[in-house]
């Protein structure tokens, strides 16, 4: 039994001319960047907050503000039900991630605030 070098021969991988995974037309998207210390220390915050945060984040992209109104519309679109959304809220606002204004029967208005 003979051996043939180029039997074995393993290709390379090359390095890839493709650009990172980009949202397709019409689709949503979280405008970045996002500060990754600011997201750390809300995914260390017990319940959904990491979740809360991205819905933030999201609506903050969405009206380039770091002011905007948490709904319940935008809470259910990340999966968050209302009472999951006041406990992470409270929590945030605790750890100083947030400010918030809240209002009898209105959707709070939430400030992120971000060290700059």
């Known amino acids: 039994m003979t ?15 493709k650009r990172c995974p980009r949202h397709t037309a019409g689709s949503l998207f979280i405008r970045g ?10 995914y260390g915050l017990p319940g959904s907050c990491g979740q809360v945060g991205l ?6 992209g969405m ?23 006041s ?7 605790r750890a100083g991630l947030i400010r918030v204004e809240r209002g009898r029967g209105r959707a709070p208005v939430v400030t992120l605030v971000v060290e700059r």
């Open 3 to 17: 051996f043939v070098l180029s039997d074995f021969r393993v290709e390379a991988a090359r390095p890839s001319n």
């Open 33 to 42: 960047p996002l500060p990754v210390s600011w997201f750390a220390a809300a």
């Open 55 to 60: 819905a933030l984040w999201f609506l903050g």
């Open 63 to 85: 009206n380039d503000s770091d002011t905007v109104k948490l709904t319940r519309k935008t809470s259910t679109m990340f999966g968050l039900s209302r009472w999951a959304t």
């Open 87 to 93: 406990r992470a809220l409270t929590a945030m606002e």
